[in-house]
């Protein structure tokens, strides 16, 4: 890594099971692997996942961070003849920060480094803070995983190289799944129920089946209504509202099959399940679902997916987080990365809102704090550096 200093400034895990900002903390230390490019950071951004990394989760000394985005300094030798990239490429990144295993890499930090498969090269009209914000790597990562893996959506034309190269799972229940770009017009798309559609995993996750050319049923709050639907959403419910369920099945005509869930809580496992129809389907979260609830509807198969599990590393997070390293995984992130390249070279992929400010790490501390405390909604805090 060609910098003059051997520290840097970064967040990392301090004392008492907290995160603090360092100025002295070690730059990336490893060598350079083949398949990696080393950047230095220009923007970052902040996911509730984030704001986890606390207690049993920090290892003190290493560096917190997933989404960042900045200028390529340095690339490994398969990296730039199997991926393209090139030093001073403005790239986007997607780390497993906070890992022990590898302490000094992580995105909230003057320099990281990064997997050529969990890099992507920014749009020229794009600054390094919307890049960091609306393409940042993790929910782009979490969200394809969770839809055309772990419930078994077919991708579509839209989405190559990852429609043809790597079908989903064959998957219990069996679901006659109809896409808008296979339809005769016989038959509606299938709705997909995306609850937590305010989100930004939740609006990553609307844009993505439109793309693939299904029917998106939304849960939020009535002040995200607008924004769920304007990227895409087909109709919109309030998740608060006693009769939410109740209001989807009958809207659904009880057929609903397919939900995501990116909230992931246990009234929200109850409310998904609640709205999927009598025959049952799949449900998939972005954390650990009730297995109480799970186990009201045996004929609902559940799942939950880790985020960072694509980039292909042991994840030595505690139960029920940790995951030895899944070559299944790292294959549909090898073919996701440049089906996601390919999306944002033809201007398929919108920005969720942002709020950028340049205060810098020490301000992403604050914000952190933000983030646990609730006071963020509808938002993705960006900070530059």
């Given at each position: 890594m060609t910098v003059a200093?051997?520290?840097?400034?970064?967040?990392?895990?301090?004392?008492?099971?907290?995160?603090?900002?360092?100025?002295?903390?070690?730059?990336?230390q490893e060598p350079l692997r083949?398949?990696?490019?080393?950047?230095?950071?220009?923007a970052i951004s902040l996911n509730p996942v984030d704001s986890k990394m606390v207690?049993?989760?920090?290892?003190?000394?290493?560096?917190?961070?997933?989404?960042?985005?900045?200028?390529?300094?340095?690339?490994?030798?398969?990296a730039a003849t199997e991926w393209d990239y090139r030093v001073g490429d403005r790239v986007v990144v997607a780390i497993n920060g906070m890992n022990r295993l590898r302490?000094?890499?992580?995105?909230?930090?003057?320099?990281?480094?990064?997997?050529?498969?969990?890099?992507?090269?920014?749009?020229?009209?794009?600054?390094?803070?919307?890049?960091?914000?609306?393409?940042?790597g993790s929910a782009w990562l979490t969200v394809p995983w969770a839809l055309f893996y772990s419930i078994g959506l077919p991708a579509g034309p839209l989405l190559e190289p990852l429609n043809s190269r790597l079908p989903p799972p064959q998957l219990e229940p069996k679901i006659n799944i109809v896409s808008s770009h296979g339809s005769d017009g016989t038959k509606p798309p299938t709705a997909v129920l995306v609850n937590g559609g305010g989100s930004y995993t939740g609006t990553c996750a609307i844009q993505l089946l439109k793309l693939a050319g299904y029917r998106v049923i939304a849960t939020c709050s009535p002040r995200s209504y607008e924004l769920a639907q304007s990227f895409g959403a087909?109709?919109?419910?309030?998740?608060?509202?006693?009769?939410?369920?109740?209001?989807?099945r009958?809207?659904?005509?009880?057929?609903?099959?397919?939900?995501?869930?990116c909230i992931a809580t246990t009234e929200t496992t109850r409310l998904c399940f609640e709205a999927m129809g009598r025959a049952g389907g799949r449900y998939v979260s972005l954390d650990p679902y009730s297995a109480e609830?799970?186990?009201?509807?045996?004929?609902?198969?559940?799942?939950?997916?880790?985020?960072?599990?694509?980039?292909?590393?042991?994840?030595?997070?505690?139960?029920?987080?940790?995951?030895?390293?899944?070559?299944?995984?790292l294959d549909f992130c090898q073919m996701w990365n440049p089906t996601m390249q390919g999306l944002l070279d033809r201007g398929l992929i919108?920005?969720?809102?942002?709020?950028?400010?340049?205060?810098?790490?020490?301000?992403?501390?604050?914000?952190?704090?933000?983030?646990r405390q609730k006071k963020v909604s509808g938002q993705k805090l960006i900070y530059t550096l």
């Open positions: 200093t051997q520290t840097q400034s970064a967040l990392v895990g301090g004392p008492s099971g907290k995160v603090i900002l360092s100025n002295s903390a070690p730059l990336p083949d398949v990696e490019v080393a950047v230095e950071v220009k207690g049993v989760f920090l290892t003190p000394g290493a560096t917190l961070g997933f989404d960042a985005a900045g200028v390529v300094t340095a690339v490994g030798s398969t302490p000094t890499i992580g995105g909230f930090a003057e320099h990281t480094v990064s997997y050529a498969w969990g890099t992507l090269k920014i749009p020229d009209s794009w600054s390094f803070a919307q890049a960091a914000g609306g393409m940042g087909d109709a919109v419910f309030d998740y608060a509202d006693p009769m939410c369920a109740a209001n989807i009958t809207y659904a005509k009880n057929s609903l099959r397919l939900v995501i869930d609830i799970a186990a009201s509807r045996t004929i609902v198969r559940p799942s939950w997916v880790v985020g960072m599990e694509p980039l292909g590393d042991e994840i030595a997070w505690p139960a029920p987080y940790g995951r030895d390293a899944n070559p299944v995984a919108r920005l969720h809102p942002q709020r950028v400010r340049d205060t810098g790490l020490a301000g992403a501390l604050e914000g952190l704090e933000e983030i």
